[in-house]
């Protein structure tokens, strides 16, 4: 079981959205270098970090603060990339610059024989974002919800060799009510491939819950605005999901 601390990219700032709303930013470091240090001093294995400018714009806006992440974490954490990330030449310009894996959310419902080739072609670093309004699919940086349900576009995804899905609940998102475990849960007993939780993770009640019989199933969870708010104590969690691994009760 992973927790993935979160960096949210707007204007190459660390932010925490309100349900998606870019108007609804809260700044948490304006250094995201140092706050990507920060969390790899804490023992963190992966970063989970989202271009939110890029998400709205369809290509890469904070490349040069991503691009400090890495530098600042290399050797120390895997970085996974979302937001605005679109073509095979973006896929591997980002692969080749040390980014662990790369998550597509527009172009999984837009272009799916985008990431089917993509999966292919980098086995083990294609993940498919997917963020649900109401169960219902958004894209473009959550400006626009679709009519296909979540898991109907996972299932689209059995096959191809997707390293994991990225669920994000948008309505939970940023205002720490829990997990939508339900949600969740049911979309990774749905498909074969890895879930990962998104949206909502709230405080160590949900890291406890991440470390039950019934959140098993899932690879991990994300958590942004409950670490920056100190609702989570890192090393309490990073002890508690270490336990679980092990069996240890």
């Not at 894996?101 to 993940?127: C, M, N, S, W, Y």
């Amino acid at each position: 079981m992973i927790l993935f601390p979160a960096i949210d990219l707007k204007d190459g700032e660390c932010v925490r959205l309100v349900r998606g709303e870019m108007d609804q930013a809260t700044v948490y470091n304006a250094d995201p270098e140092d706050q990507a240090t920060s969390f790899a001093e804490l023992g963190f294995p992966w970063l989970h970090v989202v271009d939110l400018n890029g998400a709205f714009a369809g290509r890469a806006v904070n490349a040069d603060a991503v691009a400090a992440i890495l530098g600042a974490v290399a050797g120390r954490m895997k970085v996974q990339l979302g937001g605005g990330i679109r073509t095979r030449d973006d896929i591997g310009r980002w692969l080749d610059a040390g980014i662990a894996r790369v998550i597509l959310g527009t172009v999984a419902l837009r272009d799916p024989e985008l990431v089917r080739a993509a999966a292919k072609a980098h086995p083990g670093r294609i993940v498919v974002g997917i963020d649900a309004r109401g169960g219902k699919v958004a894209v473009e940086g959550w400006a626009e919800t679709s009519e296909l349900d979540a898991v109907d576009l996972a299932r689209r995804f059995e096959d191809a060799g997707v390293a994991a899905i990225v669920y994000t609940d948008i309505d939970r998102d940023g205002v720490l009510t829990g997990i939508n475990w339900a949600g969740t849960i049911g979309l990774a007993r749905a498909v074969s491939i890895p879930v990962i939780a998104s949206g909502g993770l709230a405080s160590m009640n949900d890291i406890v819950q991440l470390c039950t019989p019934d959140a098993a199933i899932l690879e991990g969870a994300i958590s942004g605005r409950a670490l920056y708010d100190g609702r989570i104590d890192p090393a309490e969690a990073l002890k508690c999901l270490a336990r679980e691994a092990s069996g240890v009760a």
